[in-house]
């Protein structure tokens, strides 16, 4: 059974950092694009980046410069280091791969087979 563990989350204050790692169990994911999507309280979730098998990048413009995704397919873990958090940043962070063979970058929830629980980032002023 495929499943996705995000870690890494918790409690900062504004301008520190903390770095998600989401690991996948049940078969690899080193053929596969992934991402992170995020969901603040009240609001619809959201994208913030993706990574394709070949460890091309893309960025929402809100994280762009402050964030990188990055993936270690040995150990079939994702990772997003995120620097300068901001309150708005708060949410709940969720790990997603997409189908075996997508290997392609995308910001669309819908191309995202397999997803995580998530993980909470609370950022506070």
């Known amino acids: 059974q495929v499943q996705l563990v995000e870690s890494g989350g918790g409690l900062v204050q504004t301008g520190e950092s903390l770095r998600l790692s989401c690991a996948a169990s049940?078969?690899?994911?080193?053929?596969?694009?992934m991402g992170w999507f995020r969901r603040a309280q009240g609001k619809e979730r959201e994208f913030v980046a993706t990574i394709s098998w070949s460890g091309g990048t893309t960025y929402a413009s809100s994280v762009k410069d402050r964030f990188t995704i990055s993936r270690d397919k040995a150990k079939n873990t994702l990772y997003l280091q995120m620097n300068s958090l901001k309150p708005e940043d708060t949410a709940v962070y969720y790990c997603?791969?997409?189908?075996?063979?997508?290997?392609?970058?995308?910001?669309?929830?819908?191309?995202?087979?397999?997803w995580g629980q998530g993980t909470q980032v609370t950022v506070s002023s």
């Open positions: 049940g078969r690899t994911f080193s053929n596969n694009a």
């Open positions: 997603a791969a997409r189908t075996e063979g997508d290997i392609y970058n995308s910001n669309r929830q819908l191309d995202y087979r397999h």
